[in-house]
Each structure stands twice: as C-alpha cells, then as structure tokens.
C-alpha cells in the first residue's frame, strides 16, 4: 500500500520561506514524476509545477514562477518544493502526489495515483 508523508507547512510571514517535503513509501520515488498542489478553502485546486523521474521541472502557475522550485533526492526518496517570498495569497492546503512510472509531468489533478494528505501553508501579511 502506498502512502506518501508530508512535511514543511506551517506559518510564516509574507516575504518568509518554507520548504515542503514528500516522502512516498511502498514505491520508489525515483520511478515516478511527482506534481505540486495547492487549493484553498471555497477555491479550485491549482497545480504549481511537477518534476519527473529525470529531474525535469516544469512550473505551471505564473504567480509562483521564480518563488517556487521543484527538486528531489531519490537518495532519499523525497520531493522538495522550495517557496520563497511567499504572499498572503499563497495560504491554502499543498499536496504532492505521484504519476505513473515513467510518466511525464502533467497539470492535471486527475493523472496522479498517489496522493499526500496535505500540509497547511498559511503566509501573514
């Protein structure tokens, strides 16, 4: 049975950083391109970035372009999702999750197998 574990949230000032770790166990990391969420209350779900199996990131939202890097240590068997000069308007729930061995990076939700719980990021102004 897969489970991933989420690490990193918490509270920060606007301006701050926080770095969000996703540790899978029962797969290996290093088969799998693991995608970043957010979603806030009463919002849809928005997808930040992905990398893949051979470390090609991908950044799908223009707001987090340039504040938010995507990387892994498959030594590890963990994902990073490093945000810097973070916002108020970044508060909401960050998911990671996993797709498919082999797979190439995708924006859609639907397209990941395995999925975080969840980690509350919350950013003060």
């Known amino acids: 049975q897969v489970h991933i574990a989420q690490s990193g949230g918490g509270l920060v000032q606007a301006g701050g950083s926080l770095r969000l770790s996703c540790t899978p166990s029962?797969?290996?990391?290093?088969?799998?391109?693991i995608g970043w969420f957010r979603q806030a209350p009463g919002k849809e779900r928005e997808a930040l970035g992905c990398?893949?199996?051979?470390?090609?990131?991908?950044t799908y939202l223009d707001s987090v372009k340039g504040r938010f890097t995507t990387s892994r240590d498959d030594a590890k068997n963990t994902a990073y999702l490093q945000m810097n000069s973070l916002k108020p308007e970044d508060t909401a729930k960050y998911y990671c999750?996993?797709?498919?061995?082999?797979?190439?990076?995708?924006?859609?939700?639907?397209?990941?197998?395995?999925w975080g719980m969840g980690t509350q990021v919350t950013v003060s102004s």
């Open positions: 999750a996993a797709k498919g061995i082999g797979a190439y990076c995708s924006g859609d939700s639907k397209e990941y197998e395995f």
């Open positions: 029962g797969v290996t990391l290093g088969y799998y391109a």
């Open positions: 990398i893949t199996y051979s470390k090609v990131s991908t």
